[in-house]
């Protein structure tokens, strides 16, 4: 519950609230001690007693146990910068496998100290140097390749394209950690928030947006498992016009979805649903065409179509998030 307090006024015009004893004590402020005062986009004061001296690095140390990989990652979501790995006994090598394929996958966390029975990692990253809007736009491009590239891997029969895919998909889950780990720091940072201007209310929906992104590159990699499948078969000539003319239309809908959420624009956002009928359409004659096609093929095909159409899914769940920009 808010503490509420009287804006009261010296004779000489001066305004002045007086702040909370607790917090002064806590804060180790004294008479005549300076603290920074920062007004936020929004209108409020931030109070900062320790605005001159540099953070104490988040800390955490962890035990070895099943889920060591998964509390690695959890901790770094969180936005700890030192994550210690201790035990009393020799690390195995196994464990020491795990630590470091798990670090591999987290963007900027390194091996910064190793010896027999404890393992150190930090993190590099600056937060500051990754808004979260480019670290977004990078996580797109990504995927976007990636959806391209299996929709021409379906069509030319490649299976070497769709293998590329998968692999691709791991640098999309790096880019969607670090963002995570970004944004949960501006959200417990206020000066963070004011430097890179992105509040945290727009902090859940830059997160959902990513999230609504890798999901896209998740489909890719489900797509181009099934053309691996089908070890370079090739498909009936309308079969493949199809497939061009679905990937068209979902890609051009997420493409939209994701330049209407970052511009707020809620027209472009509107033309999202619009393809919905389009897209089913195709997806019938697809259904219908592919019945010509052997019992080895058919099922992987239709999966491949599938994954398409819910990349489109997630396209409209971006676009739900559209809100208009404030003038």
Not at 47 to 76: A, Q
Not at 77 to 84: S, V, Y
Not at 129 to 150: C, Q
Not at 253 to 263: D, S, T, V
Request: glycine share 4%.
């Amino acid at each position: 519950m808010s503490d509420l307090r009287k804006v009261q006024r010296t004779p000489s015009g001066t305004f002045f609230v007086c702040i909370p004893k607790s917090w002064a004590q806590r804060s180790s402020l004294s008479r005549g001690a300076v603290v920074a005062v920062d007004e936020t986009s929004d209108g409020k004061l931030v109070i900062d007693p320790k605005y001159n001296i540099e953070p104490e690095p988040k800390t955490v140390t962890l035990k070895i146990g099943p889920h060591l990989s998964r509390e690695i990652i959890g901790n770094y979501l969180l936005g700890f910068d030192i994550i210690r790995v201790e035990t009393k006994e020799r690390i195995s090598f196994e464990t020491r496998d795990i630590v470091k394929k798990t670090a591999s996958h987290l963007m900027g966390l390194e091996i910064v100290e190793e010896n027999y029975s404890g393992i150190v990692l930090q993190c590099m990253l600056e937060p500051s140097s990754f808004p979260p809007e480019k670290n977004l736009r990078r996580g797109y491009t990504i995927v976007a390749g990636m959806h391209r590239d299996v929709v021409t891997s379906l069509v030319d029969s490649d299976a070497q394209l769709a293998k590329s895919i998968v692999a691709r998909d791991e640098e999309s889950n790096r880019l969607y950690f670090v963002l995570v780990r970004i944004l949960r720091t501006i959200i417990q940072t206020p000066g963070l928030s004011e430097k890179l201007k992105v509040s945290p209310i727009e902090c859940l929906d830059y997160r959902l947006a990513a999230s609504l992104v890798e999901a896209i590159g998740d489909e890719c990699v489900r797509a181009a498992s099934k053309v691996m499948e089908l070890k370079g078969t090739k498909l009936a000539k309308d079969l493949k016009e199809l497939f061009v003319n679905l990937h068209e239309s979902c890609f051009v809908a997420h493409e939209n979805a994701l330049k209407a959420f970052l511009e707020g624009n809620m027209d472009l956002a509107e033309n999202v649903r619009d393809e919905r009928a389009q897209i089913d359409k195709i997806f019938a004659k697809i259904e219908t065409v592919s019945r010509d096609e052997s019992v080895d093929v058919m099922p992987q095909v239709l999966a491949v179509a599938s994954s398409l159409r819910q990349i489109y899914e997630h396209g409209v769940d971006i676009a739900d998030l559209v809100v208009p920009k404030a003038k």
